[in-house]
């Protein structure tokens, strides 16, 4: 697993996200895996090393976040 994560770093994957939606009104959970991106404040933009977990937390709101560069 730790030569995943080392991969990516090394290749410099990452992936710009923007939060663009309010959660209120969001279940718990969703406003969970916004804290836990890094957002602060609507349409904060946020750099994050491209893994399978950050995709997945991706995943989870995408109608709250969008990715803006690949």
């Known amino acids: 697993m730790a030569s ?3 991969a990516a770093k090394e290749t410099g994957a990452t992936l710009t ?3 663009f939606k309010s959660g209120i009104g969001a ?3 969703h406003k969970l ?3 836990s991106l ?7 933009v946020v750099t ?4 399978p977990a950050v995709r997945g937390m991706v995943a989870q709101v995408p ?3 969008r990715i803006i560069d690949q």
């Open 4 to 6: 995943k994560k080392k």
């Open 33 to 35: 895996v916004i804290k």
């Open 63 to 65: 109608h709250l976040v």
């Open 17 to 19: 996200i923007q939060y």
């Open 27 to 29: 279940p718990e959970k």
């Open 38 to 44: 890094g957002f602060k404040r609507l349409n904060q």
């Open 48 to 51: 994050r090393v491209d893994t």
